[in-house]
T-cell receptor, first 114, second 114 residues
């Protein structure tokens, strides 16, 4: 059972435009949501996160939105740059017990066209 | 955040053999995590390794197949035993530096079993 779903495997965006990466989850015990970025031949690197008590978190060009009622979060990148081309993983975790481990989605491959 | 050195970066192995993957962290950490990413799939937690105790394995993973060592607070190994082509994956180690927001990953080991 996939508890974190990234239903779109890929996204292509023109440089300078907005990239919107979506993620859905099914476990209502998740309290923290994270986005990781992965380049080929490298491990994932932490990008941005959001706690369930917030609905928005912004860090420079990156903003994550959380809609708890819909169990949906999205990552907005504005403006998109060619260097943003990578695989983006959505991850979630709870506070205690089995939910405290990170659960990842399958990832979205973002391509930013110059 | 912690810096992780993981090796080998890639290997091609014969079925029935074993491969040991090493992770060295530049600081002492309590827990180290081992993940697997099969082609087209999400990162899946294999086990959590604590220094001085046996690793805790996730459902679907067993110690005989994936023995783990954790001899000190900066080092861990994962062995993939009696390999089959289905074990072809990327294997990653990770540490938790500053709560959920500080998960750092090694660069990964791309394993191909032929």
């Amino acid at each position: 059972d996939q508890q974190v779903k990234q239903n779109s495997p890929s996204l292509s965006v023109q440089e300078g435009r907005i990239s919107i990466l979506n993620c859905d989850y099914t476990n209502s015990m998740f309290d923290y949501f994270l986005w990781y970025k992965k380049y080929p031949a490298e491990g994932p690197t932490f990008l941005i996160s959001i706690s369930s008590i917030k609905d928005k978190n912004e860090d420079g060009r990156f903003t994550v939105f959380l809609n708890k009622s819909a169990k949906h979060l999205s990552l907005h990148i504005v403006p998109s740059q060619p260097g943003d081309s990578a695989v983006y993983f959505c991850a979630a975790s709870g506070i205690t017990g089995a939910n405290s481990k990170l659960t990842f989605g399958k990832g979205i491959t973002l391509s930013v066209r110059p | 955040s912690a810096v992780i050195s993981q090796k080998p970066s890639r290997d091609i192995c014969q079925r029935g053999t074993s491969l040991t993957i090493q992770c060295q962290v530049d600081s002492q950490v309590t827990m180290m995590f081992w993940y697997r990413q099969q082609p087209g799939q999400s990162l899946t937690l294999i086990a959590t390794a604590n220094q001085g105790s046996e690793a805790t394995y996730e459902s679907g993973f067993v110690i005989d197949k994936f023995p783990i060592s954790r001899p000190n607070l900066t080092f861990s190994t994962l062995t993939v035993s009696n390999m089959s082509p289905e074990d072809s994956s990327i294997y990653l180690c990770s540490v938790n530096g500053r709560g959920h927001y500080g998960y750092t990953f090694g660069s990964g080991t791309r394993l191909t079993v032929v």
